[in-house]
């Protein structure tokens, strides 16, 4: 009998030591244009991050949304720096980076930038990022074009970015 009870003990210790989240990142699907293949990840094996990955099937471009867990209340203008420091250390003949918004959504902080880079090998790519602090965690989006985009294509996924946000299921009105 005392096998069962140490064994029961264990799965309801177990159970409360895990982390139930009431955020949720709210991403609409599909994605805009093209055919996107969707791959999930936990990069360099870290337990608390989480990224969904879609690649574009006809070309290099991806699109990318990060889940750093237990991150609250992050200073997005320190995101910001470190993703442009190590896009200054990659892109030796052009980098540039310019905020396009800073405001409150759903009565999350979020910070909207575009960066591009040009490096000496004739790598390109322009980088929509999106990125919520949230109460549990932060949140980033990124869609990455290996060549210079159209200006439509340009407004059609800065359109797609704004509804991107971070719901609360406590909430009163929840996680639609």
Known sequence: MKPFYLCFFLLLLSGCSTTYYQERLQQPMPLPEGEWTMTRLHPNDLDLVTEMRWQDKN?????????????????????????????????????????????QQQGYPQLT?????????GQYSKVLHKAIAGKES???????????PLQTEWDLWLAYSNRIYVCDQRAAAGCQ
């Open 113 to 121: 930038w575009v960066s591009e880079c040009k490096s000496k090998t």
């Open 138 to 148: 932060l949140y980033v989006f990124n869609r990455i074009w290996r060549t210079q």
């Open 59 to 103: 070309s290099q471009d991806l699109v990318q949304s990060f889940v750093f867990e237990q991150q609250p209340n992050v200073n997005l203008q320190d995101t910001k720096r470190i993703d442009d420091e190590q896009g200054q250390l990659n892109c030796d003949l052009l980098f540039d980076s310019q905020i396009l918004s800073q405001t």
